[in-house]
């Protein structure tokens, strides 16, 4: 578990940031704002406010990056304990399977089973294909983060 915790931290931060470019670059092309998206994920403390706020502010921006972050390294932790730590998941074709694997069900559970007050939030700012684009990188950077990492522990 503590291989996994320390994979998942780094691959949580990598799928992070990677997925919020994504937000960014597809909130400012739906939107005409980058931190739309990241703000809406804010919805968690401040409901329907933090969808109608285009510009950044510490409340809404800060809290919703800190919020896609926690939840980010929530799913890498899970993804390394399950299979991101795994000998045969340290190839590149094999880390993307499995970490397009773990987004797609963090997709399916966020849209499914997450009561409304806690799904991501960003869905009331994007099409869905700009979200498809969202996980796509989030699992890119997922990938990439648990690649690294398990570089950096190999002999």
């Known amino acids: 578990m503590r291989a996994a915790l320390r ?3 780094i691959a949580g931060a990598m799928a992070s ?10 909130g400012r092309r739906e939107t005409g704002s980058a931190v739309a998206p990241t703000n809406a994920i804010s919805h968690w403390l401040w409901r329907g406010e933090a969808f109608m706020v285009d510009r950044p502010t510490l409340r809404h921006t800060v809290t919703g990056y800190a ?5 980010s390294t929530f799913w890498a932790v899970l993804y390394a304990w399950l299979h991101g730590n795994r000998h045969e998941a340290k190839t590149v074709p094999k880390a993307m399977a499995g970490a397009t694997v773990a987004a797609a069900v963090a997709c399916a559970i966020d849209y499914t089973v997450t009561p409304k007050r806690l799904t991501p939030g ?5 099409s869905t294909g700009a979200m498809a684009l969202v996980y796509g990188a989030f699992a890119i ?3 990439a983060g648990c690649l690294a990492a398990n570089r950096r522990s190999s002999p």
């Open 67 to 71: 919020i896609h972050h926690l939840m």
């Open 141 to 143: 950077g997922l990938a």
């Open 7 to 9: 994979t998942g931290l």
């Open 17 to 26: 940031v990677v997925s919020t470019f994504a937000l960014a670059l597809a």
């Open 122 to 126: 960003f869905e009331h700012r994007l």
